[in-house]
């Protein structure tokens, strides 16, 4: 298979843009990047580098696929995240994996945007629903979870 010498243009977009539109929706909704960027089904890895300070690090481009789903998010939905409701089960799973890994109950639910005691009826699988927030926030706290930065604030706290 050859390998390819240069990047096509239609695959790639810049990256700038997007950022801009990442920011506005953080700055809008009050939500982390993190949360609207596992929203909008962008890779995390992506969404920082977009958001890194250092123009060395940033990322100048980005996968045109990428950046059709972040440009797709609005304010209003992710403010409906705060709302709407979703079943419990998997965030109870995620709850349940993040407190065996040894994450304190506060922490966690500090994370989460929850009371401890929501963290707790998660843990024993009780609520039937949760808010969408608090699910993409569990779901966002596993995926992080491994990352070395994540484990350790985890540690420190």
């Known amino acids: 298979m050859p390998v390819p010498?240069?990047?096509?243009?239609?695959?790639?977009?810049d990256g700038a843009p997007f950022a801009a539109h990442l920011v506005h929706l953080c700055s809008t909704t009050?939500?982390?990047?993190?949360?609207?960027?596992?929203?909008?089904?962008v890779p995390l890895r992506t969404a920082e580098r977009l958001l890194a300070p250092s123009r060395r690090s940033r990322?100048?481009?980005?996968?045109?696929?990428?950046?059709?789903?972040?440009?797709?998010?609005?304010?209003?939905?992710?403010?409906r995240l705060r709302t709407s409701r979703v079943p419990a089960e998997s965030c109870s799973r995620r709850v349940g994996h993040l407190l065996g890994r040894g994450v304190p109950l506060a922490h966690l639910?500090?994370?989460?945007?929850?009371?401890?005691?929501?963290?707790?009826?998660?843990?024993?699988?009780?609520?039937?629903?949760?808010?969408?927030e608090v699910a993409l926030r569990a779901r966002v706290a596993c995926e992080t979870a491994d990352r070395a930065s994540l484990q350790q604030a985890l540690h420190a706290a």
């Open 5 to 13: 010498t240069s990047i096509d243009p239609t695959t790639w977009v």
């Open 109 to 132: 639910a500090r994370e989460l945007g929850c009371s401890p005691d929501l963290i707790a009826r998660l843990a024993d699988g009780s609520p039937a629903t949760v808010t969408a």
């Open 30 to 41: 009050g939500l982390p990047w993190s949360l609207v960027a596992a929203y909008a089904g």
């Open 59 to 79: 990322l100048r481009r980005l996968p045109r696929s990428v950046a059709q789903r972040l440009i797709a998010v609005t304010p209003e939905e992710l403010r």
